[in-house]
């Protein structure tokens, strides 16, 4: 049972546009969701984080924004820089219960010039 | 900073040995420390959580016996692959989550298994 899903395997975003990555979830339990970028036989890298009390955080070129109606968070990269070409991955955990991370299956982000 | 290490990077053995694979937390003390099982194209895998000075917290399906884990101080988890098998060949990534922090769970750089 895959409790947090991004539908999208792939995403093609040209240089200096908007890369949105989405991600759907499950379980109305988890209050925590985070994002990491990873690049091939590398570990996963934290990008940004957003607490279920809250339903937009900002970070530089990123912004998380979250839909609990709707089990639903996105990713968005702008402006999209040819560096930012990694696989993503939505994460979501019930903090009060336990530190388990539960992970989605990654979007594969490239950037073209 | 938070910065997490893993050693080695990559290792072959031979089928029936055992491999041990280090994760350290290098700039932070870590209270709790994951295992993560990553196959080609497939998500992270939770292996198992461990807590400094206590037993690991084995997830549904991985056998305890076969992958050793051993977390010591917290700077250092050890996971030991026993009696290695083809199909234990894969990548494993260790976490760190911070003494005091929120939820982020830092990485190290992960560890290619290949045994033959």
């Known amino acids: 049972d895959q409790q947090v899903k991004q539908n999208s395997p792939s995403l093609s975003v040209q240089e200096g546009r908007i890369s949105i990555l989405n991600c759907d979830y499950t379980?109305?339990?988890?209050?925590?969701f985070l994002w990491y970028k990873k690049y091939p036989a590398e570990g996963p890298t934290f990008l940004i984080s957003?607490?279920?009390?809250?339903d937009k955080n900002e970070d530089g070129r990123f912004t998380v924004f979250l839909n609990k109606s709707a089990k639903h968070l996105s990713l968005h990269i702008v402006p999209s820089q040819p560096g930012d070409s990694a696989v993503y991955f939505c994460?979501?955990?019930?903090?009060?219960?336990?530190?388990?991370?539960?992970f989605g299956t990654g979007t594969r982000l490239q950037v073209f010039p | 900073g938070a910065v997490v290490s893993q050693h080695p990077s990559r290792v072959i053995c031979k089928s029936g040995t055992s491999v041990k694979i280090e994760c350290r937390s290098l700039?932070?003390?870590?209270?709790?420390m994951f295992w993560y099982r990553q196959f080609p194209k497939q998500s992270l895998m939770l292996m198992a959580t461990s807590n400094e000075g206590s037993k690991a917290t084995y997830e549904q399906g991985v056998e305890k016996d076969k992958f050793l884990i051993n977390h010591a101080s917290l700077t250092l988890s050890t996971l030991t692959v026993t009696s290695a098998h083809p199909e234990d060949s894969s990548f494993y990534i260790c976490?760190?989550?911070?003494?005091?922090?929120?939820?982020?769970?830092?990485f190290g750089p992960g560890t290619r298994l290949t045994v033959t």
């Open positions: 700039d932070f003390q870590a209270t709790t």
């Open positions: 379980n109305s339990m988890f209050d925590y």
């Open positions: 994460a979501a955990i019930r903090s009060y219960n336990t530190d388990k991370l539960i």
């Open positions: 976490s760190a989550r911070a003494l005091l922090g929120n939820y982020e769970q830092y």
């Open positions: 957003i607490s279920s009390i809250k």
